[in-house]
T-cell receptor, first 116, second 109 residues
Framework: GAVVSQHPSRVICKSGTSVKIECRSL??????MFWYRQFPKQSLMLMAT?????????EQGVEKDKFLINHASLTLSTLTVTSAHPEDSSFYIC????????????FGPGTRLTVT | GQNIDQPTEMTATEGAIVQINCTYQ??????LFWYQQHAGEAPTFLSY????GLEEKGRFSSFLSRSKGYSYLLLKELQMKDSASYLC??????????FGAGTTVTVRA
């Protein structure tokens, strides 16, 4: 089956610093990648959708200058949390979708971000 | 916005059956998914329904009624490893996946 990896799995950073999370599709080409955020005991909230080679589309309320998304290739998307604050501490999950006829989204294992 | 409702928690005994209901109101509909998520892990795909009716896959079955905006996930012969959160998610008219808050199922011996 299709595999999506994320790196790192856990990261702790200090308030004010930036942290980059990578999402890779290991055995398929992902034309579209999605970034979600999940707070404890809450639903996954879509942050943004990115298509390879074009700018990401952000959901309402998500600051594009704070959460920088780059989908530079068909197998890699990155999310950079800039000037992180403790309230950015969350579980970040990416997912990837292949060809337009494939409805399934394949989820990465998630990245636990803690901002101190 | 999208509105997807499911119960917060359910508890059942090992070997029993549990039914998790999901109601939705979305702008457009291109299918409904059920995912299983263990704590601290990513969701894993369980089922996809786009037409009305029941889809059976081993111990898990999923039902959809588009006219009622309703789905359920049926877990049979519950095992301890089935203790997890179950997420109902709807693919809206723009093919965006919106998730419910999840139902935590606890299986007791």
């Amino acid at each position: 089956g299709a595999v999506v990896s994320q790196h790192p799995s856990r990261v702790i950073c200090k308030s004010g610093t930036s942290v980059k999370i990578e999402c890779r599709s290991l055995d398929f080409q992902a034309t579209t990648m999605f970034w979600y955020r999940q707070f404890p005991k809450q639903s996954l909230m879509l942050m943004a959708t990115s298509n390879e080679g074009s700018k990401a589309t952000y959901e309402q309320g998500v600051e594009k200058d704070k959460f920088l998304i780059n989908h530079a290739s068909l197998t890699l998307s990155t999310l950079t949390v800039t000037s992180a604050h403790p309230e950015d501490s969350s579980f970040y999950i990416c997912s990837a979708r292949g060809t337009s006829g494939d409805y399934e989204q394949y989820f990465g294992p998630g990245t636990r971000l803690t901002v101190t | 916005g999208q509105n997807i409702d499911q119960p917060t928690e359910m508890t059942a005994t090992e070997g029993a059956i549990v039914q998790i209901n999901c109601t939705y109101q979305t702008s457009g509909f291109n299918g409904l998914f059920w995912y299983q998520q263990h704590a601290g892990e990513a969701p894993t795909f369980l089922s996809y329904n786009v037409l009305d009716g029941l889809e059976e896959k081993g111990r898990f079955s999923s039902f959809l009624s588009r006219s009622k905006g309703y789905s359920y996930l049926l877990l049979k012969e519950l095992q301890m490893k089935d203790s997890a959160s179950y997420l109902c998610a709807v693919w809206d008219g723009d093919y965006k996946l919106s998730f419910g808050a999840g139902t935590t199922v606890t299986v007791r011996a």
